[in-house]
């Protein structure tokens, strides 16, 4: 293949009115204009190319989003191809950057008018050599003409595009289609979304209706939402949902009806990552932690850490009490003891040096805790770390769980944290459940 001149490499574009109404709810692909023969299986002769991985990059400030796309697509077929690459933009958005491999390099793309583009590819195509054609589809659509795609060789696009993210309700949502990856010849080998939010006011929901993603906060105003697959065809848009509030806690409402029908609402209530100070509600909390032979070795060491953990990030005016439990019970203080550095300095001297012996007094330990002095005007809860193998009393789930919770009185939650890869995991998931934790 000779290499195209330096002139024509930079031509890869041009803005021409196409209108692709089928099309316009889908993410970047090929379509091929001279399929091969024969096709993978099961899948379609105008897209017989597999899309290698898919990454996206998004910024959001405010309601300003820009989305940065990075695809790369394989042509497992024998003979060369020739395609359109296609892609919609969200309504209002404009395209700031396209780029494609051309002979190894990427180039960037230059707008020019329709009719000098489609005669300089046209000429291109004639003495077969690699331009594109960027195109303006209408309805906030691009394609891109692309020959040749080279048989057993791999095509990498990028491109970015600006928007302004509209809100309704106080909900600012963000959407990246990527439904028709399932017409990729075989599923992607990877697929990433990673958004960074910034903004002026406090962030409050963040909250994805699609995908299961992961959150991390920075601060109150600013987080990075993450999500990533692994040999799938994703089959729906990406679609993320914030809101922004000086308010304390963020209340967003949202409701739908259609003609005739019952109608249905999403409320979003979500408080700040920082309180305002002062605003740190004060509360009682008990510790217990299983010190039995069955925790020995990694479990025990795993457990002080987190127990350690939770007792240095008391907040002032908290009161608390730990309890050790084996085959009986130990309680530090006998009572609830207010946080200051001192008790907290006693507690972890307490806890570094415990030691994993004996059975395992669950119902017991549950017992004591329950039955703590404590101030009703505080919301009182109980952090149990154990693997919940109870072999000391009361052994039978269903007596220690109804116990529990009829000593619980309704306004106390255990929180139950399963320590090891051998936890009862159905006694404790029913004790938090009973008590609402």
């Known amino acids: 293949m000779k290499r195209i001149h330096h002139a024509l490499n930079l031509i890869l574009g041009v803005v021409a009115l196409l209108v692709c109404p089928n099309l316009c709810r889908a993410d970047g692909f ?25 990454h996206v990059n998004v910024e959001i400030n405010d309601q300003v989003a820009t989305t940065s796309v990075d695809q790369e697509f394989f ?135 699609s995908n299961t993603v992961e959150i991390k906060r920075d601060g109150d105003r600013r987080a990075v939402v993450g999500w990533e697959q692994k040999n799938v065809r994703p089959d729906q848009d990406f679609k993320l949902i914030f809101s922004r509030s000086k308010q304390a806690v963020g209340v967003d409402l949202l409701t739908y009806r259609a003609s005739g029908e019952d109608g249905y609402f999403l409320l979003l209530a979500s408080p700040g990552l920082e309180s305002p100070k002062g605003a740190i509600q004060k509360k009682d909390i008990c510790f217990i932690l299983d010190t039995s032979g069955s925790m020995a070795g990694p479990k025990i060491e795993q457990a002080k850490k987190a127990l350690s953990f939770c007792v240095n990030n008391l907040n002032e005016g908290d009161r608390f009490e730990v309890i050790r439990f084996s085959t009986e019970c130990e309680p530090l203080f006998g009572e609830l003891k207010n946080a200051g550095k001192e008790n907290v300095a006693k507690a972890l001297s307490f806890v570094k040096d415990l030691k994993a012996i004996g059975g395992t007094a669950i119902s017991d330990a549950l017992h004591q805790a329950m039955g703590m002095k404590r101030d009703a005007s505080r919301p009182y809860v109980v952090v149990f770390l154990t693997d ?50």
Do not use: W
């Open 75 to 209: 042509n497992p077929n024998r003979g060369d191809l020739e395609g359109t690459y296609i892609f919609p933009l969200p309504a209002g958005a404009h395209i700031d950057k396209f780029s494609m491999d051309i002979n190894g390099k990427m180039m960037d793309a230059e707008l020019l008018p329709a009719d000098k583009a489609r005669a300089l590819y046209e000429e291109i195509v004639r003495k077969y050599r690699d331009p594109a054609l960027l195109e303006y589809m209408g309805r906030d659509a691009f394609k891109v003409r692309i020959f040749p795609i080279q048989a057993n060789s791999r095509k990498k696009v990028k491109l970015q595009y600006t928007q302004l993210l509209t809100a309704d309700s106080g909900l600012v949502e963000y959407a990246y289609p990527m439904n028709t990856e399932k017409f990729s010849a075989r599923p992607l080998a990877e697929v990433s979304v990673k958004i960074t939010l910034s903004s002026k006011d406090p962030l409050k929901t963040i909250y994805s209706p």
């Open 30 to 54: 090929i379509i091929i204009h001279n399929p091969p023969p024969t096709v993978v299986p099961g899948h379609f002769a105008f897209a017989p190319l597999e899309v290698v991985y898919h």
């Open 388 to 437: 919940g193998q109870p072999t000391i009393g009361e052994t039978s789930e269903d007596a220690i769980v109804a116990k529990a919770d009829k000593e619980s009185h309704g306004d106390t939650r255990v929180f139950c944290f399963g320590i090891g890869t051998d936890v009862n995991t159905h006694l404790l998931d029913r004790i938090a459940a009973d008590t609402r934790a």
